[in-house]
């Protein structure tokens, strides 16, 4: 069993930063491929980058390449999400996800989540 606690989220004017953390609970933490999804009012879950249990591989949306940098701490069992040059179209909930079959793109391939931290980025 895996909690996910999100934290970081907040107001900040297009192209400003944020950075999103997600700590987690539980011994096996560095077995768990993570992500973070967003999720705007009317639209689906949508993914936004993944980070492999070895932290050797990470994975992004196009959207977000070069811009966003994901980053893991497996001693403080915790997930980095830096988000530079924001937009207003990033203003979702983020919500960070554990899975232990691997990083994937669908939000079906996670076993637990977080209760989502709101960004929102004025233009």
């Known amino acids: 069993q895996v909690q996910l606690v999100e934290s970081g989220g907040g107001l900040v004017q297009a192209g400003g930063s944020l950075r999103l953390s997600c700590a987690a609970s539980g011994r096996t933490f560095s077995s768990y491929a993570m992500g973070w999804f967003r999720q705007a009012p009317g639209k689906e879950r949508e993914f936004v980058a993944a980070?492999?249990?070895?932290?050797?591989?990470?994975y992004y949306a196009d959207s977000v390449k070069g811009r966003f940098t994901l980053s893991r701490d497996n001693a403080k069992n915790t997930v980095y999400l830096q988000m530079n040059s924001l937009k207003p179209e990033n203003t979702a909930v983020y919500y960070c996800?554990?899975?232990?079959?691997?990083?994937?793109?669908?939000?079906?391939?996670?076993?637990?989540w977080g209760q989502g931290t709101q960004v929102t980025v004025s233009s």
């Open positions: 996800a554990a899975g232990l079959r691997g990083v994937s793109y669908s939000p079906d391939g996670y076993n637990y």
């Open positions: 980070i492999s249990w070895g932290t050797v591989s990470t």
